[in-house]
């Protein structure tokens, strides 16, 4: 039986997907952004789920519907035959993506077809399927473009790009068919046939190196997985899977087994990632093979262990993506060009970048340029024949700020610092030299006010300007008790509206990162930014960026020290707009029972605690914060057998709870699906009984502090007019966020 399918893949391997699919022998396919459709039998996706190197998803279109409201979409997914893909005991994910004026919210739209799935599967069989966020039987994929629904069964189950081998990864590991995409555009297939060797000077965790061999011998990328998404299906074909596994495996053995494996090398100067792309090559079981070794740029020649007279260097050095990295970036690239002209005449040359302007360091002249995209940054791959027809004039130059006389090194240092910030400035744009200039009349003015009130953490800028759409945020720190505080900044994009093309706003968020670290002269690893981009899946509970924990420093706010950490998480782990609120509870905590409910890293709970509260209880599902909590307590010197932490639904730990609190803390999010919740939270929805049991748990003239960050959010007063509320939203908004009065609001609520 023939059916129509739909391969996704990252932005710029549209073409390369397409000519992979016809090899595979699909057919009557069409290529869109990010993805090509393609028609075969049920064998035909299994072998693009086990041999694409380049698609992302395999989906198995079920139905398109118009869904102009919320009742359209549960009617519309409520009508398929889901007795027929999944068994009414089985595990059910689905992946939401897309918005329109009815379903605002991914997550809301993805529990509206979960309901309708599992009501399909209820009146059926009298029983539920559960809901699976790892490993579900049955994974859907739903797609809502204006209010066009596209419903399809997810094949792949997790994105193809996860081999299986990665078990380590440095700071910005490159995606798997990424890597794939750059190693065929460059004509690795057909170099790797002729015998041709492959080397990366700074290969990092591996990967290029792994999907090279995988290419070279044969390997179907998806033998290393553990699972995919049809296995569990109700209309799998285990007979044909095991079929086509056996033949990939038989290939795999074979390619292995060939005397003419091509040479593949790789060498970077960080012996941590090294390590990880040991470990990495070990989980793929190529160690027999590949290797690495800790190797500087400058020493980086043709090995010798035998004769290789031709092949390619691949590489994807560093590119700078803040104007402040450039300028060292610059030598690094301009070595590599040396080593290239030097060492390797006669062979190819591959340099994949963000910046193809460093390539011109090189001295080598591209023969082709490729565009890419790496996650959303728009990219190039180079490619060059090394030949002296391809030499242009050499940049690499003696540099003073390498000589050996300390003197000589200050000035030059300086001499490039004043040079640089000519440099930056002239390379402006005029939005960012706008944007420049707000952030420096920012600047003056906040500076003063938190000098005064003694505060170091503040919002320097709030979307001021509408085209850059971002928060930044200053904090001043450190990383070590006895060492003077330092400057750092966090930038968070906000997610651009759907009116604003995708890559106007990466240009936008590349001009934030030209003016920040040009108007707060800081170095550039004490500036995190952070980007939203549409139908990406992260949550802001994800980890962002792995860095050394000497990174993380400890900020004052009052009485409270608190640790913040810039890079593993969207937020920092301190709310910078409930600072009036966290104040106010420190003076009303003396002698007092606090509550913390739904308490993140517990700071409110710290300042209560240093403010003479008799004893503090908090309450919130995330292990990561409350452990964060735990450390913040032990940096004041907190203990927590009077300061207890819960990890608990908040609103289950209410229901059940039967103690009393003096003061009590409100502040939940606007909308929340943890796994660990049995329901979906909705501020708006749920408020009152949230209320209700709070109050419970509140004494004789007590005071509980409700708060929400929801801008739509209306108090329910009439179904709460048994209590006595008064808002203090206006007082609780510092001079830092004047510009934005709706990043909360808040009320008093005794009895």
Request: charged share 25%; with cysteine.
């Amino acid at each position: 039986m023939t059916h129509q399918f739909f391969a996704t893949c990252p932005k710029g391997l549209e073409g390369l997907l397409y000519t992979e699919l016809q090899t595979l022998g699909a057919q009557e396919l069409r290529e869109t952004i990010a993805g090509i459709y393609f028609s075969g039998d049920i064998a035909m996706a299994y072998r693009v789920c086990l041999w694409s190197r380049l698609a992302n998803k395999v989906l198995l279109p079920m139905a398109s519907f118009e869904a102009n409201s919320q009742e359209e979409l549960y009617d519309g997914v409520r009508e398929l035959r889901w007795e027929e893909h999944l068994s009414p005991n089985g595990s059910l994910l689905v992946d939401f993506i897309g918005t329109n004026d009815a379903i605002r919210n991914t997550q809301f739209g993805a529990v509206k077809v979960k309901d309708a799935i599992v009501d399909c599967l209820r009146d059926f069989s009298g029983e539920r399927p559960s809901v699976a966020k790892r490993d579900p039987d049955l994974r859907v994929n739903v797609r809502l473009a204006k209010n066009k629904v596209i419903v399809s069964i997810d094949l792949s189950g997790d994105s193809l790009h996860r081999r299986g081998y990665r078990v380590k990864q440095g700071s910005a590991p490159m995606k798997e068919n990424l890597a794939a995409g750059i190693l065929i555009r460059a004509g690795w297939p057909e170099i790797a046939a002729q015998g041709g060797a492959l080397l990366d000077p700074m290969c990092g965790s591996g990967t290029i190196l792994i999907e090279a061999a995988l290419i070279a011998a044969d390997i179907a990328p998806g033998l290393m997985r553990g699972s995919f998404g049809f296995e569990r299906w109700l209309n799998h074909r285990n007979d044909i899977w095991l079929e086509l596994r056996e033949e990939a495996f038989a290939r795999k053995k074979a390619g292995l087994a060939r005397e003419n494996l091509p040479e593949i090398r790789g060498y970077d100067a960080d012996v941590n990632v090294i390590r990880a792309a040991e470990d990495n090559i070990t989980s793929a079981e190529l160690d027999h093979w590949l290797r690495v070794s800790r190797k500087e740029l400058k020493d980086f020649v043709k090995p010798t262990h035998k004769a290789m007279d031709f092949g390619i260097v691949i590489s994807n050095p560093p590119y700078g993506e803040r104007l402040g990295e450039i300028e060292s970036l610059k030598l690094l690239y301009a070595h590599m060009g040396e080593r290239l002209r030097n060492e390797f005449q006669g062979w190819r040359a591959a340099v994949f970048t963000g910046n193809p302007e460093l390539g011109k360091q090189m001295g080598l002249r591209a023969d082709k340029k490729y565009k890419f995209f790496n996650g959303t940054i728009p990219s190039e791959l180079l490619l060059f024949s090394i030949s002296s027809d391809a030499f242009v004039q050499s940049r690499v130059e003696q540099d003073a700020r390498f000589s050996k006389d300390a003197d000589e090194r200050r000035e030059a240092e300086q001499r490039v610092k004043i040079e640089n910030k000519k440099e930056q400035e002239a390379a402006l744009s005029n939005g960012a030299q706008m944007l420049v200039n707000r952030l420096q009349k920012n600047l003056k003015q906040l500076e003063k006010w938190a000098k005064k009130n003694e505060i170091s953490c503040y919002r320097l800028y709030d979307a001021d300007m509408p085209e850059y759409s971002a928060a930044i945020d200053i904090y001043r720190g450190q990383t070590q008790p006895n060492r003077a505080p330092q400057l750092y900044a966090h930038v968070q994009e906000y997610a651009a509206p759907k009116s604003v093309d995708e890559d106007k706003a990466a240009a936008r968020f590349v001009e934030i990162e030209q003016a920040v670290p040009f108007v707060l002269d800081i170095p550039d690893s004490h500036i995190s930014y952070k980007q939203r981009r549409r139908n990406k899946g992260s949550s802001q509970y994800e980890k962002l960026n792995e860095r050394p924990t000497g990174d993380l420093f400890s900020v004052q706010e009052g009485q409270a020290k608190l640790h913040i950490n810039m890079w593993q998480y969207l937020d920092t782990g301190l709310f910078l707009d409930h600072r009036p609120v966290r104040l106010m509870i420190a003076n009303l905590a003396k002698d007092k029972r606090f509550l913390n409910l739904f308490c993140y890293t517990a700071t409110a709970s710290v300042h209560a605690a240093m403010a003479g509260a008799r004893y503090t209880v908090s309450v919130d599902m995330s292990n990561t914060y409350l452990n964060w909590a735990r450390k913040n307590y032990a940096l004041n010197g907190l203990s927590e057998s009077r300061n207890r932490l819960e990890q608990a639904d908040c609103l289950k730990w209410l229901e059940n709870n039967d103690q009393q609190f003096d003061l009590i803390l409100l502040d939940p999010p606007s909308f929340s699906n943890s796994k660990r919740m049995e329901d979906v939270l909705d501020v708006q929805r749920d408020h009152v009984q949230m209320i209700n049991h709070a109050m419970r748990a509140l004494a004789e003239g007590g005071t509980l502090i409700f708060s929400n960050n929801l801008r739509t959010f209306k108090l329910d007063a009439e179904a709460l007019s048994a209590y006595t509320i008064k808002e203090i939203s206006a007082k609780t908004i510092d001079e830092d966020f004047k510009r934005n009065p709706k990043i909360h609001q808040c009320w008093l609520i005794t009895h």
